[in-house]
């Protein structure tokens, strides 16, 4: 399973081609965008967290609690010492090892692509239950308006797969889009290539409004 090829490895490789990226001082757009939906003082959760490069970011701009999960052991480690105000651990987005209604806000961060297809209503569910009511869900990704997969280049065997991940979530009664930006893979400026489309999503959970009650008999 594709699960166990970043355990075993290949999250440790992602990280250290992607150093550069982690380790720029030029807070991303989507953290920027998560930024205005976070109070202070709110639990956060990112899921491929990486290093804890954006959980660090977030908390620059707004006083918050991180927490955040990778299966890269070695971004866990580095992360850890480089950015001590956070909670990390090694874990993957099918099984979050946190209490129902644990965070505010739970960040799918440049992940759901690589998620066994086995897996990907399992990591929905999972990051649904681990999210409080009226709490925000935001999630970086590839944007395709057409769901399609892609041979993953680092790894044989491996496959990415491009889809509307917001609309995915939006589709559930007690999810609300609440704001979307595009842009590309390589920058902050519009994509027209839709491979290389990426999109930050805020989603808000609202159940006390996603079911409204009929009159009797309707």
């Keep these: ?3 166990s090829v970043f355990l075993d490895g290949e999250g440790d490789q992602y990280l250290r081609r992607n150093l550069s ?6 807070v991303s757009a989507d953290v920027r965008l998560f930024a205005r939906y ?30 955040g999960i990778d299966p890269s052991a070695e971004a866990i480690r580095t992360g850890s010492a480089q950015f001590p105000k956070l909670h990390l ?17 739970v960040i799918f961060g440049f ?8 897996l990907l209503t399992r990591a929905m569910a999972e990051a649904d239950r681990v999210l409080r009511d009226r709490g925000f869900l935001g999630i970086t990704d590839f944007d395709a308006r057409v769901p399609c997969k892609r041979r993953y280049s680092h790894h044989a065997g491996v496959w990415s797969y491009k889809l509307d991940y917001g609309g ?14 595009s842009y590309s893979h390589q920058g902050d ?9 990426v999109a930050s999503w805020v989603l808000a959970k609202d159940h006390g409004n996603a079911y409204p009650e009929t009159p009797p008999g309707s």
């Excluded at 990226?21 to 030029?26: D, Y």
């Excluded at 976070?38 to 970011?57: T, Y």
């Excluded at 995915?168 to 930006?181: C, D, G, N, Q, R």
Aim: negative net charge.
């Design 1 to 3: 399973m594709q699960k």
């Design 21 to 26: 990226k982690l380790n720029a001082e030029t």
């Design 38 to 67: 976070l109070k202070p003082g709110a639990r956060v959760l990112e899921i491929g967290c990486a290093n804890g490069v954006k959980l660090s970011q977030l908390q620059s701009l707004v006083p918050c609690e991180g927490w």
């Design 89 to 105: 651990g090694v874990g993957t987005a099918d099984h979050l090892d946190f209490a129902d209604a644990s965070f505010d806000f």
């Design 111 to 118: 992940c759901l692509y690589l998620v066994d297809r086995s």
């Design 168 to 181: 995915l979530f939006a589709s559930l009664p007690h999810f609300v889009l609440v704001e979307k930006i």
């Design 189 to 197: 400026t519009f994509a027209f290539d839709p491979q290389e489309r």
